[in-house]
Every structure is written in structure tokens, then in C-alpha cells.
């Protein structure tokens, strides 16, 4: 197992900044989750802690040594890609084994490690088989055995989730957590989706153009965002804005409700139109106006909106987020 620091890390392609002096640091065994936008350096950072790609300044740190200069061979780490990049003409055996057979290991030293990772995601019964032959979860499967059977320090993985049906990433997210924790290895994982990002790290960086935006764990992110961008990006559906006495105010859908629904003596009383209604099984969302502005309001699933009318609506003050006007940081207190 391992540390990682990023400290002040800049990777400029040309004149754009992929990074900006990014701080971060990752704990012994920890789940860290890259999260943003396409574009925002995630990969870029995956990239260079692996030694794929040399930060333009700042230093990379594993177990508290620098390794810049040190080749991505002999840093520890295993990296596992969206594509799994599986060898078509190879058994699921010898996939997992290529890393061990190009270190020339003994035959009976790489079929033991093989069987133990495969037994680490219960695809012994696969070793034989191509990988034409295997579904979406199960390449994946592969994909991670085969990173893991070198026992690396640090395992990094770049959305390997992307390419499975929604349900097959709904039981992968639970299986890959599971197996993280079992093994304990230090791991950097990569999304752009909040809903991964959410369940499966202990902690979460939020990247935005470059530069780490908030880092906390889910909780944190999602009830204390650090500024107008993570209130944003993190919630489904998004979360509301509207310009209020001079600052921001931030609310969820889900706690913007008509104003018999509403608890508490310190309200924020809006009228609100309704536009349009989407009904999503348990749930529905109003899509409607504030004074102009578009706001979400999630209703329980029978209550009665009709598009095209005005409700009076309202929202508790504990549960307003408040930011500054012009840097669109959190205003605590």
C-alpha cells in the first residue's frame, strides 16, 4: 500500500493548462475519486502519477518519495483502462498473466498469482475462455485481475465502468468497492459521473479547468460545497440558483416544495409557473420559473401539478445555500 501527493502540479499542453498547481494528497488504502467535467484534468492527473506524462512544474510523491524522474515501470502502480484493452488472441489466463510473464516469472509462481486474482472476482471458471466470450462485467473483471496480480502499490482506474449497461454498472460499483476494501490497495479512480463518483469513494476531488475545486467525502461535498460549481455539478437534478439581496442562493429540487409541504417559521416564499412535469416512477420533476429564472422543484410521485400553472412555493433557510456574487465561493454562517 501507498501514499500519493500531488504537490502544486502544473501540465500545460502548449499555451492551455491541463492542471494548475493542484495540492492533493491521498491516504494508505483510500478510494479517491477524480471528478469533473471533460476537460477539467483528471486523466491528466491519472496520467502523471502513472509516468505516462512529466508535470511542467511541482513534484508527485509516492510513500513520501519523489518520482518525477522515475520510470512508470518501476513506481508500483498498475493502471486499469475504459477500453480493458484485453488481447483478443489470448484466454482470460493469459491476459491476466502477461504482466508476469514479461517479468519472466516462473510458470508455477504466475498460474498461483493468476488463480488468486481470478478468485478475487470469481472468474476462475473463465481462465479458459477468450475474451469474445465474455460479457461487459466480466472483462472488466479481467481487466482489474489483471492489474492487481502484481500486487501493485497504487492501482489507478480511468472510467472502467463506462462501457457496461446501466445495470451492469449499478452491480459493478458494489462488487468493485467490495474488493477494493478486501484488498486495501491505494486506488485513484476516474469519472466524470457523479453517481459513481458518490458511491464508491471515501473521498472525492472535484476538478473544474484545471484546478482541484473541493475535496471532502461525499457527504461533505453534497451538504457543504465549496462554491457555485460543486453545488452545481454534484445532485441529481442539479441544484437551483437565484440571485438574492446580493448573494447566490443555492437550494435542491428536493427541498423545494409547495408551500403547504413545508416545514419551519423561516421560509423563502417564491411563486412559482410550472412549464413541464416529468414523471420518473417514484418521483416527478417540475421544470417551471422564478421571476425568469428556471428552477427544479422534485415532488412526490401522486402529488397534483398541472403544467402552465402557479403555485406558491417555498423553501426552509437551513436548507439555502448562500454564495458570494462575484467568486462564487460558499458564504459559511
Known amino acids: 500500500m501507498a501514499t500519493v501527493e500531488f504537490r502544486g502540479v502544473t501540465k500545460n499542453f502548449g499555451q492551455v493548462k491541463a492542471t494548475d498547481g493542484v495540492d ?28 505516462l506524462e512529466q508535470p511542467t512544474s511541482g513534484t508527485i510523491a509516492i510513500d513520501g518519495v519523489v518520482v518525477n524522474d522515475v520510470s512508470p515501470r518501476e513506481r508500483g502502480i498498475a493502471m486499469v483502462f475504459q477500453s480493458y484493452a484485453l488481447y483478443p488472441h489470448k484466454t482470460v489466463f493469459d491476459n491476466i498473466a502477461f504482466p508476469l510473464t514479461v517479468e519472466h516469472m516462473a510458470k508455477e509462481d504466475i498460474r498461483k498469482k493468476v488463480e488468486w486474482a481470478a478468485g478475487l472476482f470469481g472468474i476462475g471458471r473463465l481462465l479458459d475462455r477468450m475474451p469474445s ?27 472502467p465502468l463506462s462501457n457496461l449497461d446501466a445495470k451492469e454498472r449499478h452491480y459493478a460499483r458494489g462488487e468493485l468497492k467490495k474488493f477494493q476494501r478486501g484488498i486495501g490497495v491505494t486506488t485513484i479512480y476516474v469519472t466524470h459521473d457523479q453517481v459513481e463518483a458518490m458511491g464508491l469513494g471515501d473521498r472525492i476531488a472535484v476538478l473544474c479547468e484545471g484546478r482541484l475545486r473541493q475535496v ?40 423545494f416544495r ?14 412559482y409557473r410550472i412549464e413541464r412535469v416529468e414523471n420518473l416512477g417514484g418521483y416527478r420533476v417540475a421544470y417551471g420559473v422564478v421571476d425568469g429564472t428556471p428552477i427544479l422543484a422534485k ?9 402552465g400553472e402557479e403555485h406558491d412555493f ?17 458564504i459559511e454562517g
Open 24 to 51: 492533493l494528497a491521498i491516504k494508505d488504502g483510500e478510494l479517491l475519486v477524480l471528478l469533473g467535467p471533460s476537460g477539467s484534468g483528471k486523466s491528466t492527473l491519472m496520467r502523471l502519477c502513472a509516468g
Open 133 to 159: 466470450q465474455l460479457s461487459g462485467g466480466e472483462r472488466q473483471r479481467v481487466a482489474i485481475a489483471r492489474a492487481l496480480v502484481r500486487r501493485p502499490r497504487v492501482l489507478l482506474m480511468d472510467e
Open 216 to 255: 471532502g467525502t461525499p457527504e461533505e461535498i453534497y451538504d457543504r460545497p465549496a462554491d457555485i460549481f460543486v453545488a452545481g455539478f454534484i445532485g441529481i437534478p442539479p441544484m437551483n440558483f437565484i440571485e438574492r439581496e446580493g448573494r447566490i442562493a443555492g437550494f435542491r429540487p428536493e427541498v
Open 258 to 271: 409547495p408551500l403547504e409541504l413545508v416545514q419551519g417559521d423561516e421560509l423563502m416564499r417564491l411563486r
Open 299 to 307: 415532488l412526490p410521485h401522486r402529488y397534483p401539478v398541472t403544467e
Open 314 to 330: 417555498a423553501v426552509s433557510i437551513r436548507d439555502i445555500h448562500f454564495f458570494h456574487k462575484d467568486t462564487g465561493l460558499r
